[in-house]
């Protein structure tokens, strides 16, 4: 079975603060992903990294970066966490053509 | 831009009856759907997928029915279960690139018992 981990499942943090989320897969796949998900938005693309050490730009990156320094671990950083960034947070890692990406519990990130 | 559209946002049915939920999109150059199911706390989980290939994929009580030219998917649950109750999310993706998936805002499904 295919794992992703993401290292908290609730995190409360305050304005301003440099956040880190990070995420493991165990399937060796290649590219490995960031949403967010709010209500009435569906799931939205921050980030994805199709290499180690590689990055591309989603829909919504203003506020985020990201590393990629290991094939298995992809982390999303908050360089100076805002209000507007509490949301549910959502690593997914697969494989390039047609295969589905795998999801893993998410992040439940509070800014106070 | 929404590319993805999921216009209802809920959906009840009795339990043993088929749930349709529905799903379109604008990007003619999508060539792979899927969907996904999600529990409150927990991350989607894949269900179902085609290809634009073909107009129908089936697994179990699960089946997908795509029609191209009105850029529209659906998915039919026979029969509806009390634990089909979930957000249910439609996406869509294209071969090139890193398999970018593009998702619905989701439809809630509540199976009656």
């Known amino acids: 079975d295919v794992k992703v981990t993401q290292s908290s499942r609730y995190l409360v943090k305050r304005t301003g603060e440099k956040v880190f989320l990070e995420c493991v897969q165990d399937m060796d796949h290649e590219n490995m992903f960031w949403y967010r998900q709010d209500p009435g938005l569906g799931l939205r693309l921050i980030y994805f990294?199709?290499?180690?050490?590689?990055?591309e730009k989603g829909d919504i990156p203003e506020g985020y970066s990201v590393s990629r320094e290991k094939k298995e671990r992809f982390s999303l950083i908050l360089e100076s966490a805002s209000t507007n960034q509490t949301s549910m947070y959502l690593c997914?890692?697969?494989?390039?053509?047609?295969?589905?990406?795998?999801f893993g519990d998410g992040t439940r990130l509070s800014i106070l | 831009d929404q590319q993805v559209k999921q216009n209802s946002p809920s959906l009840s049915v009795q339990e043993g009856r088929i749930s349709i939920l529905n799903c379109d999109y604008t990007?003619?150059?999508?060539?792979?759907f899927l969907w996904y199911k999600k529990y409150p706390a927990e991350g989607p989980t894949f269900l179902i997928s085609?290809?634009?290939?073909?107009d129908k994929n089936e697994d179990g009580r699960f089946t997908v029915f795509l029609n191209k030219s009105a850029k529209h998917l659906s998915l039919h649950i026979v029969p509806s279960q009390p634990g089909d109750s979930a957000v249910y999310f439609c996406?869509?993706?294209?071969?090139?690139?890193?398999?970018?998936?593009?998702f619905g805002t989701g439809t809630r499904l509540t199976v009656i018992p």
């Open positions: 997914a890692s697969g494989n390039p053509g047609n295969q589905p990406q795998h």
């Open positions: 990294s199709y290499d180690v050490k590689m990055k």
């Open positions: 990007n003619s150059m999508f060539d792979y």
């Open positions: 996406a869509a993706s294209t071969q090139t690139g890193a398999n970018n998936l593009f």
């Open positions: 085609i290809s634009s290939i073909k």
